[in-house]
């Protein structure tokens, strides 16, 4: 009888509790690509890829403890839409506690700061598997692990609002070195590595400045190509950066968006970084964009972006420049599901030799 009891009373505990409920979302995004191989010595060939473009799902969700404070959190997963690789790579994942007038902390595994800048200018972010947008030949696109992020509530400023954002990471006494989905930095205490951002934003205007210290990157971004032998050899060094980046926005007309971004970075000296990137002297690298939602047709979108980025060395005799320009329009059904077309070309040069490489695309996404 006091078991009868004791259960009945949890299950009317538990149905009287109120729990909020988590979201589930995420992003399927395929695209039909024309990458042809253009080689050094080996015969050139026609080639088609179906590439998976950042698919994705996630859950979160957040439990209102006070008036002023919650519990949130967050984890996200990454998959191949194509079935080329492995399923379930680590995105963004965290639990943390956000108050309303204090800002959020987070602990887990994030985007930098710097990272989530380039969301706002790059017109062609995720595209041909993630190897044309600005991850392809920038330096500053890194998702780390073991971070303490901070975020802070919006201070209102001339019709708009700045906002500041932290992350602190540590090692845990490893070198650099890649993960899944994201990479480790060095060291052991926690703000060896760290990035922050300053943004301003109201509707006309968006401007933001960012610096990492000491976050692993690639440097040397080969992008889209797409040869099995290609005129300059080698590939990309992963290698702890300082990088400094701004970026603008603006809108002058409805439905007309300029972008801009620039960005400068250096190897800071840990253990880890790959063998030659200590003769790295600088990259420096900047983008112009625009897009354009056609009034008369607001299903339509037209845009366009031009992005290079120069890595110098110390000897001089190696300097590398990647060069990437890309046109394309979007035809978007809803705001869940567009179509998208594009065509592009990539230069890469160093010293005397050159690659290019042509593509064209298209792609449906679909947010759920």
């Known amino acids: 009888m006091k078991i009868k009891i004791v259960t009945a009373a949890v299950l009317s505990l538990l149905a009287t509790s109120t729990f909020a409920a988590p979201t589930i979302y995420g992003e399927i995004d395929a695209?039909?690509?024309?990458?042809?191989?253009?080689?050094?010595?080996?015969?050139?060939?026609?080639?088609?890829?179906?590439?998976?473009?950042?698919?994705?799902?996630?859950?979160k969700g957040d439990e209102k403890l006070t008036d002023r404070l919650s519990a949130v959190y967050a984890a996200e997963w990454g998959f191949s839409a194509d079935g080329d690789s492995s399923d379930w790579t680590q995105r963004n994942r965290y639990v943390g506690l956000k108050d309303s007038q204090l800002g959020t902390v987070k602990i887990g595994k994030h985007d930098t700061p710097l990272k989530q800048l380039s969301s706002v200018v790059d017109t062609f972010n995720n595209y041909v598997a993630n190897k044309a947008d600005v991850t392809g030949i920038f330096t500053g696109e890194n998702r780390i692990d073991n971070v303490v992020v901070y975020e802070s509530p919006a201070v209102k400023l001339l019709d708009g609002g700045f906002k500041f954002n932290a992350l602190l990471a540590t090692g845990e006494s490893s070198g650099i070195k890649k993960t899944s989905g994201g990479a480790k930095v060095s060291g052991r205490g926690l703000g060896d590595a760290w990035s922050a951002s300053v943004v301003y934003e109201n509707p006309m205007v968006v401007a933001a400045l960012a610096y990492d210290k000491a976050i692993p990157s690639n440097f040397l971004g080969r992008g889209m190509l797409n040869a099995a032998e290609p005129e300059i050899g080698g590939g990309s060094l992963f290698a702890a950066a300082n990088t400094v980046r701004a970026i603008g926005r603006v809108n002058p007309i409805d439905g007309l968006a300029l972008k801009a971004m620039y960005q400068t970075s250096e190897v800071e000296a840990v253990a880890g970084n790959d063998a030659g990137s200590e003769n790295i002297d600088d990259a420096q690298g900047w983008l112009i964009g625009a897009e354009y939602n056609i009034p008369q047709a607001k299903n339509w979108t037209v845009k366009g972006q031009y992005s290079q980025n120069d890595t110098s060395f110390k000897d001089n005799s190696s300097d590398f420049k990647a060069k990437q320009i890309i046109a394309g329009a979007d035809y978007a059904f809803n705001k869940q599901v567009k179509t998208y077309g594009y065509a592009g070309y990539l230069t890469l040069e160093q010293a005397s030799k050159k690659d290019k490489q042509p593509v064209a695309g298209l792609g449906l996404e679909f947010k759920f």
């Open 31 to 59: 695209s039909v690509d024309y990458l042809p191989e253009k080689n050094a010595t080996k015969s050139n060939k026609d080639v088609w890829e179906i590439s998976s473009n950042s698919s994705f799902i996630g859950v």
